[in-house]
């Protein structure tokens, strides 16, 4: 069974750090894209970042470049999100995505993780 | 940057309406568009992908249609479970996303 589960999410201050983690489970992680997809309260989804499959080819929402970094350990079958520079306007749920067909971009995320909780305030 | 206008943002419907939500994108994405199904506290659920197919498991009454910059998503008779927010989402050039439409009881 394919499973996601996204971890460390926390309150935070303006100017902050932190890193989430995605454990991945039941397929070949070191196949697949990942995305990270986030959704501030009561609002809609935003894209904010994609890997390929090896971590070798990244790409970000204009509104995170620079301040954003995603990776991945497909030893440890993990993706991570090291934000940076935390601003209030970062505060949402953070899912995690994987892309359905094995070493395809062009391909729909059919497997999420059911989020983790970052907040940035004073 | 591709912007995805989808419409309406929310909708009132009856169990057995048939409900249509459309989704344009600033430009052509072929068809490459899903829509997906999101309910209170819960991970988005892919219900229909490159924009008419329908994903696994997923009952027959959803459907969709479109293709370059006009798409439209159907449920043909609204289920008490139905009640819940839509998305489309291109993945043409990176991702982004519909607003959403909630829609309501």
């Known amino acids: 069974e394919v499973q996601l589960v996204e971890s460390g999410g926390a309150l935070v201050q303006p100017g902050g750090s932190l890193r989430l983690s995605c454990a991945a489970s039941?397929?070949?992680?070191?196949?697949?894209?990942m995305h990270w997809v986030r959704q501030a309260p009561g609002k809609g989804l935003v894209w904010v970042s994609r890997s390929n499959y090896d971590g070798s080819s990244t790409s970000y929402a204009d509104s995170v470049k620079g301040r954003f970094t995603i990776s991945r350990d497909n030893a440890k079958n993990t993706l991570y999100l090291e934000m940076n520079s935390l601003r209030v306007e970062d505060t949402a749920v953070y899912y995690c995505?994987?892309?359905?067909?094995?070493?395809?971009?062009?391909?729909?995320?059919?497997?999420w993780g059911q989020g983790t909780l970052v907040t940035v305030s004073s | 940057d591709i912007q995805m206008t989808q419409s309406p943002s929310s909708l009132s419907a009856s169990v057995g309406d048939r409900v249509t939500i459309t989704c344009q994108a600033s430009q052509d994405i072929v068809n490459y568009l899903n829509w997906y199904q999101q309910k209170p506290g819960k991970a988005p659920k892919l219900l229909i992908y490159?924009?008419?197919n329908l994903q696994a498991g997923v009952p027959s009454r959803f459907s969709g249609s479109g293709s370059g910059t006009d798409f439209t998503f159907t449920i043909s008779s609204l289920q008490p479970e139905d009640f819940a927010t839509y998305y489309c989402q291109q993945y043409d050039t990176l991702l982004s996303f519909g607003g959403g439409t909630k829609v309501e009881f």
């Open positions: 995505g994987r892309v359905s067909q094995e070493l395809e971009l062009l391909s729909p995320i059919d497997y």
């Open positions: 039941g397929f070949t992680f070191s196949s697949h894209w």
């Open positions: 490159d924009a008419s």
